[in-house]
């Protein structure tokens, strides 16, 4: 097989993890929309999003196309299909969830290893949810945003925000996130990788680990991210609409039909293509 034929295939099998994942966690997202929130005290329990889908195909694929995937999966499904846009202030959500999912999989080296994929898990869901915290405390202290301080305790949005960090990482971070990651990756390793004709990441593969090109890269997206908030929030947002049937349970479900139709089509090729080289 010439270079470009190997080049070729192998932006055809990126192609193929960013589609997955895009509607498998378009779905999953759509799916939490249906699931009820419980207080106790201050404590609220709910499922915030089914983030182990792009961290364990990040793991297992290429950890860009399964980042970008997850941010433009969650971007179509749980905020365009349900008739809603944000305009610039959907960017920081993009780009935080993209972050965090790429830096969970170039974490893992070898994906045999529960303790390491466990680790990754919650490190790429943590930075996630510490980027969004911090956006929100920032939007605050620069007074683009009103926040309800508690009386006598100015450096309150610290605490709430801190605690609503905290409650989410525990909760979602290690229930659906940490623990399906742990259980599935080992799993699949070696398994699902020759549906796209793809070899199994080793710990010599060139996505793995973390250099500095990797960091700054990461931390332009999150100053990108924390500049595109700040400007939606004080009123640019560019392009901002909402319809009249957002949210409705008919844009729910419709949002989910088209999602598992695209994952469905995608296991299909996925499948044939598979059988194709086994019969070759």
Known sequence: M????KQSAAQSQKLMVFVLTMSLYGLATLFTELIP???VGIVEFSVEYFLFIPLTLAMLFDPLSAALGAATGEL??????????????ELEKFLTVTIGVYIAGRLVRDLRNRGMVGAAAIIGTAAQLAMGTVVDILKV????EDFEAVAGLPESVFAT?????LN????????FCMLPCVYLVPKLYGKIEPLLGMQPRTENSAVSGINPKTIAVCVLGFVCAIVAELAATAGLSLIDWEAEWAESGTAVAVGMVVAAVIAIAVLVVMKKNSERKAAH
């Not at 010439?2 to 034929?5: C, E, G, I, L, R």
């Not at 925000?161 to 960090?165: C, D, N, R």
């Open 37 to 39: 929130k419980f207080q």
């Open 141 to 144: 202290q620069f007074a683009v």
């Open 76 to 89: 179509v499904f749980s905020e365009i299909m349900l008739g809603q846009f944000g305009g610039l202030g």
């Open 161 to 165: 925000e801190g605690f609503a960090f």
């Open 2 to 5: 010439s270079t470009m034929q």
């Open 168 to 175: 989410d990482l525990l909760f979602s971070g290690i229930l």
